[in-house]
């Protein structure tokens, strides 16, 4: 059975999918890896949405940064002052004077919100799951050390205001997500073999587990491709245990017309 014709009995004739235990264990393992990459879709999507969301709120944020130059590493800004500006998904600090450290930086920082600082003499920026409260630092970036040595506010603006995401970025965050979603379908796959495999002794059928298992992965394909499309719509949906249900009820009507 070649995977083309796999994925149309996983689709549209469960009872053919028994025949999946026939396969080479290698190709179903890169059928694996393509419901995996599947299974990504809507991780990348969250992902784009969020770069895109930082990417509209970096150009609100050009708008309010001051003329500024570095001189011998440090901040100079002439008269403007400093000032905390927030958004969707930043929070930006603006602070010449020295009045604010990289640990206020840290602290700003809350949920999916980044953290972003423009201090005297460096630049803080605390990503999310990067605070002190999962014990590690901000990063932390002299202006004394390049590109940062000669940046202005004007070229910070012009940078800020004219970035955006390139076309493959799509391309390299779904590979990036195939690995995770990978994983979570080993797991829940090879999970819901493990009661498949009663169920099929129950049936007295002479399937070992590495054949329960071909069947399994094959059988999670339509759960795969309709929990990636509710997860498009509803982010907050448990696709894990739809897949894992779904999966297994698909794999019991593999036995319906058939007992080995």
């Known amino acids: 059975m070649s995977l083309l014709q796999l994925a149309k009995n996983s689709i549209l004739h469960?009872?053919?999918l028994k025949e999946a235990k026939k396969m080479g264990f290698g190709k179903i393992v890169v059928y694996l890896l393509i419901l995996s990459l599947v299974s990504a879709i809507p991780i990348t999507v969250q992902v784009l949405k969020i770069f895109s969301n930082i990417r509209t709120d970096s150009q609100e944020i050009a708008q309010k940064i001051p003329d500024f130059t570095i001189e011998d590493g440090k901040l100079q800004a002439n008269k403007a002052k400093g000032f905390i500006y927030q958004t969707d998904s930043i929070i930006f600090t603006f602070d010449p004077e020295g009045k604010r450290s990289e640990q206020d930086i840290a602290e700003d920082q809350k949920g999916n919100i980044l953290s972003v600082g423009l201090l005297a003499d460096e630049l803080v920026l605390s990503l999310p799951g990067t605070s002190t409260i999962m014990a590690t630092d901000p990063i932390e970036m002299s202006y004394q050390d390049e590109p940062l040595d000669?940046?202005?506010?004007?070229?910070?603006?012009?940078?800020?205001?004219?970035?955006?995401?390139?076309?493959?970025?799509?391309l390299i965050i779904?590979?990036?997500?195939?690995?995770?979603?990978?994983?979570?379908?080993?797991?829940?796959?090879?999970?819901?073999?493990?009661?498949?495999?009663?169920?099929?002794?129950?049936?007295?059928?002479?399937?070992?587990?590495?054949?329960?298992?071909?069947?399994?992965?094959?059988?999670?394909?339509?759960?795969?491709?309709?929990?990636?499309?509710?997860?498009?719509?509803a982010p907050d949906f448990d696709t894990t245990m739809f897949i894992a249900l779904l999966t297994f009820f698909i794999f019991t009507q593999t036995f319906k017309q058939s007992k080995e």
């Open 174 to 233: 779904l590979l990036v997500s195939v690995y995770p979603s990978f994983l979570n379908l080993i797991m829940v796959l090879l999970i819901t073999t493990i009661i498949g495999n009663f169920y099929s002794r129950i049936r007295k059928t002479m399937n070992g587990f590495m054949d329960n298992l071909k069947i399994m992965i094959s059988c999670a394909t339509l759960p795969i491709i309709i929990s990636s499309i509710i997860a498009l719509l």
């Open 14 to 16: 469960f009872s053919q």
């Open 150 to 170: 000669d940046l202005t506010g004007k070229e910070l603006k012009s940078e800020l205001s004219q970035a955006k995401l390139p076309w493959w970025s799509f």
